[in-house]
């Protein structure tokens, strides 16, 4: 990310892992910060694909108790409901709209 400030920030490691950083580095041609940076990046990214992929997995196993909840013609909508518990009709479920 060009232009954003730059923090220092300091770590230590043991020699064989700071080695490590400083080949695998050497090897793609670009500095160990910038290699820090990018695994940082990586794993963040690595991160929010688990959370969706796990909220994925949750929806589906849980599709059936939701459609036996909510209907299965309901496609994720909730409708507000009258006094009487039937839904309102759709000029009176929810803001005007011009």
């Known amino acids: 990310m060009t232009g954003m400030a730059k923090t220092q920030l300091n ?23 910038r290699y820090i940076e990018e695994l940082v990046r990586g794993d963040q990214a690595e991160n929010g ?34 006094p009487a518990g039937e839904p309102l009709p759709p000029h009176t479920a929810g803001p005007a709209t011009a």
């Open 49 to 82: 694909r688990t959370f969706v992929e796990a909220a994925a997995d949750f929806m589906k196993q849980y599709e059936t108790v939701f459609a036996e909840e909510f209907g299965r013609d309901r496609e994720g909508r909730i409708d507000p409901l009258d």
């Open 11 to 33: 770590v230590r490691v043991d020699e064989t892992t700071a080695e490590a950083a400083r080949a695998r580095a050497s090897q793609r041609g670009i500095s160990v910060n």
